[in-house]
């Protein structure tokens, strides 16, 4: 349980004592919003780490050399765990929001940092509501910021095989905008908590940014279900990995 207690106060510590930080934050986006999101990442970035480092957390990072230095991207991730987004934020080279669930934006400072790093809440209920967050992703995406997001919808609190099926309207993004999908297949998050909650136990997580395509210049059975398509790349990638660690 101390692993959890550290984790835990350092969140709320966090949020307590960044209130000032964030009516810096939010003065300097008035004036450079560019600098307002790099400072905003940088800090994030600095907390997640020795969340990481109280949970006992080591990341190997693969394949990070798949990730276009030149444009901003749609990654799409398997989801397993809160732990998901710690490692991708600080294993990502550049600005990047990740979408999450509208209940999210209800949580008072945490969201607001959220939104300060660039996160989008998509209302999984309202369809027009949905759109309007797909069409802030591609506003980003334009303005050279990548977008994360997780198709299967919830957490897979399953096999690690046995992911959801993955929603085609969430690679929409990249469909509208023609950036590049990045697929990305992560290991060990939910051993570090949501196998044996509450506690938190030390995990070696594998993060592996697979080969980035254009869903326009996929083969025309593919292009009609980037979706599944991408899902599939996914599923290859965490076969690999798992067989790999034997």
């Known amino acids: 349980m101390i692993r959890f207690i550290f984790v835990a106060a350092t969140v709320i510590i966090f949020l307590i004592i960044s209130i000032p930080l964030i009516l810096v934050e939010l003065l300097v986006g008035k004036k450079n919003r560019r600098l307002r999101d790099i400072q905003s990442l940088a800090v994030v970035r600095s907390v997640f780490r020795l969340i990481l480092w109280?949970?006992?957390?080591?990341?190997?990072?693969?394949?990070?050399?798949?990730?276009?230095?030149?444009?901003?991207?749609?990654?799409?991730?398997?989801?397993?765990s809160y732990f998901d987004i710690l490692v991708g934020y600080v294993t990502v080279p550049s600005l990047t929001g990740f979408v999450a669930k509208k209940e999210m934006e209800k949580i008072p400072l945490l969201?607001?940092?959220?939104?300060?790093?660039?996160?989008?809440?998509?209302?999984?209920?309202?369809?027009?509501?949905?759109?309007?967050?797909?069409?802030?992703?591609?506003d980003q995406v334009k303005h050279g910021i990548s977008v994360w997001i997780f198709p299967e919808g919830t957490r897979n609190k399953g096999e690690i095989m046995d992911m959801l099926s993955f929603k085609e309207g969430s690679l929409k993004i990249a469909e509208k905008s023609g950036c590049p999908v990045v697929p990305v297949a992560i290991t060990g998050t939910a051993?570090?908590?949501?196998?044996?909650f509450p506690r938190i136990k030390p995990s070696h997580v594998t993060i592996h940014y697979g080969t980035p395509f254009k869903v326009k210049e996929l083969e025309p059975e593919f292009r009609k279900?980037?979706?599944?398509?991408?899902?599939?790349?996914i599923k290859g990638m965490l076969e690999a990995e798992l067989t790999a660690r034997g």
């Open 225 to 233: 279900f980037p979706g599944a398509y991408t899902e599939k790349q």
């Open 191 to 196: 051993e570090i908590f949501e196998q044996h």
């Open 111 to 138: 969201s607001t940092w959220m939104k300060l790093v660039n996160c989008l809440f998509l209302d999984r209920v309202n369809l027009k509501e949905g759109l309007k967050t797909i069409l802030a992703g591609i």
């Open 54 to 80: 109280f949970a006992g957390v080591k990341v190997t990072v693969k394949g990070k050399e798949n990730i276009p230095a030149d444009q901003a991207v749609l990654y799409v991730g398997n989801h397993r």
